[in-house]
């Protein structure tokens, strides 16, 4: 991170130099539309030539911004002509306005062996409302087709000096050459931070000396400096989604900016950002939290006397708990620490996740238990920033209470959570513990309850080929709710139809216990038949992963630059004891094989071997750790292979010759 401290005070300034630092247009090559491929990534769709931006203030306007963009995009497939459709979104509402101006766009070819150019005319720009805060503007570029370069500039106006929009050096496709330029003048003091594993090429900071103008006591015209960033990168890979990722916004590579301070002339200072233990008393006013986090005295009244009175501690805990969560619905109406009312929401038994959670807090110290109120921010949300507090990066609110020295993490607004669960989405590394008393501090979630599946399979053959199943299998922690979930979404009969569908067998009977949100762990009983039996060779072929089989690798990427998170360590056994009839010998079984990943990572058995008139199969795999190092990846996209193939090998039997 490198943080922006040049200081100048002034009244009121005039930029020049910096917009000369914006690319124009009409810069496409000959060479660029011979282009045939992208000699770094072949599977490249598309790939940017070059783009830029370039911030600087502007028209003597101290409280905003104008930044220059510019794109240049060869076009190399067909599934990549959709990046001849743009989208500008930008804020406008009634008080204050981003502007977009200067739009120009044109899309270039070669015909008969010359450059042609197809200019986007202003009568196809379009503007549209996409809510009372936001519009887009949005053009397509027009003629474009495999070949094609398309070229576009235009600048936004941006009064908020509060949002620097951020500049990302990756993309979706991608980029040869990505460069950011900015100049702010000294008194406006901002954190740079430089998110991504890719090394700049260019980065030359620097002071402009004398760059703006200004009236310092209302006659006479005097000079100020500016602080300058010149940043750069080339060739940039693609940032491809795949599985087991929490936000992109945490690895791509970007630049994002947050306002520190603002000095004045007068030598007043605004201060944008803050200690935490600064923002542990900002919270805990009146502005947020304030009087929500004393309503003891009404929970104590309002949660029945004989959950409040029990008295083993963690009894009491998840009655409290569970009451909770059988009276509150969540309303869905977003995430706010400035309009959390738990007395309302008590009475209409709806709120938000922070009115049900805070609500939690306060029932939990009113049984004179210990809690804390914990900011979170989800997986999809990004990970907060750490250097300092931006209490916007937080969007969840969980409960922590501490009973017997074991540590709980509580989210009562979910029906189908245990206690000791929070919802998966918040499983995004640390989150900030509010003790208002000793000082907020950071802290892993980590669920209670370890999870894990075990199944266990007794097959039976018959004489004519028909087997018969029979399969017990206990789902504990995120797997339980997992399917929890699904169980609660539809009824039994629509399950077990759908079950069938999809495993070409008959399910005669089928039993769950524990789909109610009481329980730790669930337990389902499955009674099949089905006949494996080729008539035309009298070979039977038995595959008896048909509960949870993998059946294809996540990972698939050739090379991956960011870490592979499952927000839990799994555990995963199974055994099946498979019967032999006497009409039927064992024409080949599965190679037993294990596997285990660097690091003490994890392992993976598969053993299967014939013991008397019995096929012993044992499957395990377990991952021991939460997240790995995209130098892991490669060992384990093999270790899901590995699991893939296993899962998929056919035991064959052949009836014996009479």
Excluded at 88 to 102: A, D, L, T, V
Excluded at 317 to 326: D, E, H, S
Excluded at 440 to 458: A, C, E, F, G, R
């Amino acid at each position: 991170m490198k943080k922006i401290a040049v200081l100048l005070f002034i009244l009121s300034f005039t930029s020049y130099g910096q917009i000369s630092k914006s690319t124009k247009m009409g810069q496409t090559t000959l060479e660029e539309l011979q282009m045939k491929f992208y000699d770094k990534d072949s599977s490249a769709v598309a790939v940017v030539l070059y783009d830029q931006a370039n911030l600087y203030t502007y028209d003597n306007n101290l409280n905003g911004f104008r930044t220059d963009y510019y794109f240049r995009i060869k076009i190399l497939k067909n599934e990549g002509l959709d990046k001849a459709t743009i989208r500008i979104p930008f804020f406008n509402n009634s008080h204050q306005n981003q502007e977009i101006k200067n739009i120009s766009a044109t899309t270039y070819n070669i015909e008969n062996g010359s450059i042609t150019k197809k200019h986007v005319s202003k009568n196809n720009i379009n503007t549209i409302q996409l809510n009372t805060n936001r519009k887009e503007i949005n053009f397509a570029f027009p003629n474009v087709k495999i070949g094609s370069v398309i070229e576009y500039s235009y600048s936004k106006l941006n009064p908020f000096l509060l949002e620097v929009s951020d500049w990302y050096f990756q993309g979706d496709i991608p980029k040869i050459k990505s460069e950011y330029h900015s100049s702010i003048v000294g008194n406006f003091q901002y954190n740079a931070k430089l998110n991504g594993y890719f090394k700049l090429s260019k980065n030359n900071p620097s002071v402009h000396k004398r760059c703006v103008t200004f009236t310092g006591d209302g006659y006479s015209k005097l000079t100020g400096d500016c602080n300058v960033l010149d940043f750069g990168m080339t060739n940039i890979p693609a940032f491809k989604r795949e599985k087991h990722l929490t936000s992109r916004e945490n690895y791509i590579s970007k630049i994002s900016f947050q306002l520190e301070s603002i000095y004045y002339s007068n030598g007043k200072k605004d201060q944008f950002t803050n200690t935490w233990k600064g923002t542990d008393r900002k919270l805990k006013s009146g502005v947020f939290f304030g009087s929500e986090i004393k309503k003891l005295s009404f929970f104590k009244k309002n949660i029945p006397e004989d959950i409040l009175n029990t008295q083993e501690d963690l009894s009491k805990a998840k009655n409290i708990y569970y009451y909770l969560q059988n009276h509150f619905t969540d309303n869905r109406n977003g995430y706010s620490f400035q309009k959390i009312n738990t007395k309302k929401a008590f009475d209409e038994k709806s709120g938000t996740v922070a009115d049900i959670n805070m609500s939690l807090y306060n029932a939990l110290k009113a049984a004179k238990l210990e809690a804390f109120i914990v900011l979170a921010s989800t997986r999809q949300n990004g990970e907060p920033t750490k250097l300092y507090p931006v209490i916007n990066d937080f969007n969840y609110l969980l409960v922590k209470t501490t009973i017997n020295g074991k540590e709980y993490f509580l989210d009562a607004s979910k029906k189908y959570l245990s206690f000791g669960i929070t919802p998966f989405a918040t499983l995004n590394g640390e989150a900030r513990v509010m003790d208002f008393k000793k000082g907020s501090y950071w802290q892993h979630i980590v669920p209670s309850i370890k999870t894990s599946t075990n199944t266990l399979i007794n097959v039976k053959i018959e004489d004519n080929g028909n087997t018969n199943i029979r399969a017990r299998i206990v789902k504990k922690g995120y797997d339980a709710l997992v399917l929890k979930s699904k169980l609660n979404a539809t009824s039994k009969k629509e399950y077990v139809d759908t079950y069938e569908s999809e495993h070409d067998f008959t399910i005669n009977d089928y039993k769950e216990k524990g789909a109610e949100n009481k329980e730790a762990l669930i337990s389902q009983t499955f009674d099949i038949s089905k006949n494996n039996l080729d008539t035309a060779s009298d070979r039977l072929y038995l595959n008896v992963f048909f509960y949870d089989k993998i059946t294809s690798n996540p990972f698939k990427l050739e090379s991956r630059f960011y870490p592979v998170n499952f927000g839990y360590k799994i555990k995963n056994s199974f055994r099946a004891n498979i019967s032999l009839p006497e009409s039927f010998v064992v024409a080949s079984l599965p190679e037993s094989k294990a596997f285990t990943l660097p690091n003490n990572g994890g392992n993976f058995l598969f053993n299967c071997k014939k013991i008397s008139n019995k096929i012993i199969i044992v499957f395990k795999y377990q991952l021991h750790k939460v997240e790995y190092t995209n130098e892991e990846y490669f060992a384990l996209k093999e270790f899901f292979n590995q699991i893939i193939k296993s899962q998929s090998t056919l035991i064959t039997l052949e009836r014996k010759q009479i």
